[in-house]
């Protein structure tokens, strides 16, 4: 007979820290100045006491994405303007916690797909001036694993290019987190429709249209 060890086989990766360290990669710290404005005065400043020192942190750090906007337009706009642009997108489309990030990992070990890195959606202001710098010098900045369920993360990982828009000032549903607890209409906040008959989901997260009883 062939005894076998059925115990789960040990694991080198590291545990998430939830909540992570506030100084570490965090959604809106890639605004540049004039998006972070816009996102707070929207929410009429509105800042809890106890996160005035991250409000801080965020807007020093804009101040420094707003001059490497401006550098890395000098330096690579012409050639981004240049750039063609002549295959058609793939857009992975689903509720969370339903698989999409997995089908993105599976997609982006494809060779012929190409898709933005953690780094880019986080920083998509500059990274291309960078990127390279900050991998190789601060990559204790970027969360190992993802503090929700534990899988793996970094600057390299495939990321939602939502994050991107986010952070570049455009509507994004996740410009709602920053501020969870303040109501908002449908206009601002995307709304899941077509639950059980054909009622709309109540609730103050950032997909639900809390302002309808």
Same mark, same amino acid.
């Given at each position: 007979m062939i005894a076998t060890d059925n115990r789960p086989a040990s694991t080198t990766r590291?545990?998430?820290?939830?909540?992570?360290p506030w100084w570490q990669l965090m959604i809106w710290a890639g605004?540049?100045?004039?998006a972070w404005m816009r996102l707070l005065g929207r929410n009429r400043f509105r800042i809890h006491w106890s996160v005035v020192h991250v409000v801080a942190y965020v807007t020093v750090v804009s101040l420094g994405h707003t001059l490497l906007r401006r550098?890395?337009?000098v330096v690579f706009g012409r050639r981004l303007a240049r750039t063609p642009i002549d295959q058609p997108p793939i857009?992975?489309?689903?509720h969370w916690r339903t698989g999409t990030t997995l089908l993105h990992e599976f997609l982006a070990l494809d060779d012929r797909h190409v898709g933005p890195s953690t780094y880019e959606c986080m920083e998509p202001n500059h990274f291309l001036l960078t990127e390279a710098l900050v991998k190789r010098w601060?990559? %204790?900045?970027?969360l190992s694993v993802r503090p929700m369920d534990n899988?793996?993360?970094?600057?390299?990982?495939?990321?939602e290019d939502e994050f991107a828009l986010c952070n570049l000032g455009q509507p994004s549903p996740y410009l709602t987190i920053a501020f969870p607890t303040i109501r908002r209409s449908s206009r601002n906040t995307s709304t899941w429709r077509g639950s059980r008959r054909g009622r709309s989901p109540r609730g103050s997260g950032p %997909?639900?249209?809390?302002?309808?009883n």
């Open positions: 590291p545990k998430a820290t939830n909540p992570p605004c540049d100045f004039f550098v890395q337009q857009f992975i489309i689903g601060l990559p %204790f900045f970027s899988m793996p993360a970094g600057f390299d990982r495939p990321q %997909f639900c249209d809390s302002s309808r």
